[in-house]
């Protein structure tokens, strides 16, 4: 009987190890179709660069700066769940605070 219970546990324990494998390979495999037909960038937003911000609501400002994201310490206080805002400066050199799920997408100039 013991046999029998070895083999169910060896089958079981080798039907993971090639879900494991078989996984491995077909993401392998998307991996390079991909690399061949449209490659990814490393590329990213910078800070002190000008840029083009449009956000979800329709709203648009054009030509300020990437300064970057805020974060709140313990203990700071932090109205309606807005930590992480992304912020941006106006070429007045006024600074804008804006929820980074709010930005639709931003163009560089």
Do not use: C, H
């Not at 494991?20 to 002190?48: F, T």
């Not at 310490?73 to 799920?101: C, H, N, P």
């Amino acid at each position: 009987m013991s046999e029998v219970w070895a083999v169910i546990v060896a089958v079981v324990l080798l039907m993971i190890v090639y879900g494991y494998i078989s996984s491995k390979i077909k993401a392998r495999k998307r991996r390079k179709a991909r690399d061949k037909s449209l490659p990814y960038v490393e590329d990213n937003v910078q800070p002190g660069v000008n840029y083009n911000v449009f956000l979800n609501d329709g709203r648009k400002f054009l030509g300020v700066e990437l300064v970057g994201s805020t974060t709140v310490e313990d203990g700071q206080y932090s109205f309606a769940g807005w930590e992480g805002m992304l912020v941006l400066k106006q070429a007045t050199g006024k600074r804008i605070f804006i929820k980074q799920t709010a930005v639709r997408y931003i163009e560089e100039i």
